[in-house]
Nanobody, 119 residues
Framework: QVQLVESGGGLVEPGGSLRLSCAAS????????MGWYRQVPGKQRELVAN???????NYADSVKGRFTISKDNAKNTMYLQMNSLKPEDTAVYYC?????????????WGQGTLVTVSS
């Protein structure tokens, strides 16, 4: 089971920026899909953005144009650049690794990092 560790969360004012990092314990080159999810108390965890093994990206409508997902295979790290942050972006952000339908490996989740957008 690959281990994932998120970092980069914190308190930021509306309109500000943060960059989240997800460091993996091993190679991420072959991971089918990696993604960022977020969750607030009382609501279900939702997809923010993901990126496939061939570099295709997908974003939730609520973050399109503001967030950018990327990964550095050499550093075994995935990133989420968050710009123009809004109070509605406040949540615990989780990193996920999905090995795909041809693998028996279980999906992996990080422990989460808290992002608070407030003035």
């Amino acid at each position: 089971q690959v281990q994932l560790v998120e970092s980069g969360g914190g308190l930021v004012e509306p309109g500000g920026s943060l960059r989240l990092s997800c460091a993996a314990s091993g190679s991420i080159f072959s991971i089918y899909v990696m993604g960022w999810y977020r969750q607030v108390p009382g609501k279900q965890r939702e997809l923010v953005a993901n990126i496939t093994n061939i570099g295709r990206t997908n974003y939730a409508d609520s973050v399109k144009g503001r967030f950018t997902i990327s990964k550095d295979n050499a550093k075994n790290t995935m990133y989420l650049q968050m710009n123009s942050l809004k109070p509605e972006d406040t949540a615990v952000y989780y990193c996920n690794a999905d090995w795909g339908p041809l693998s028996t490996r279980l999906d992996a989740w990080g422990q989460g990092t808290l992002v608070t957008v407030s003035s």
